[in-house]
């Protein structure tokens, strides 16, 4: 199963085959994320989704949650640097 990369953004949505290159650059510290984008890494039934909630750079900046299968794997606020780091690990298990 391809994993996915969907970033739906003021009602635009782009889904893409997601890669640890592309993770970095859409969570890099530059990049700009408008409140109420949706950044959602999938592959079967595992999945992590950021919403950008808060002020670029705060420690609130995204709610995080996140599932495989039943089981909820995250959830809560987190720092951009913590929301990527989650989903390198995300992309992980799936490589390793």
Do not use: K, Y
């Not at 808060?54 to 995080?64: I, T, V």
């Amino acid at each position: 199963m391809t994993t996915v990369l969907r970033i739906c953004d003021n009602g635009h949505e782009r889904i893409v085959p997601a890669s640890a290159e592309l993770v970095e650059r859409v969570f890099a510290p530059e990049a700009a994320i408008a409140d109420g984008t949706e950044i959602t890494v999938a592959d079967g039934e595992r999945w992590l989704a950021a919403l950008a909630v808060g002020a670029q750079g705060s420690p609130g900046e995204f709610l995080l949650s996140g599932a495989a299968g039943e089981i909820a794997t995250a959830s809560g606020q987190a720092a951009r640097s913590d929301t990527l780091r989650r989903f390198r690990e995300f992309l992980l298990r799936r490589d390793g």
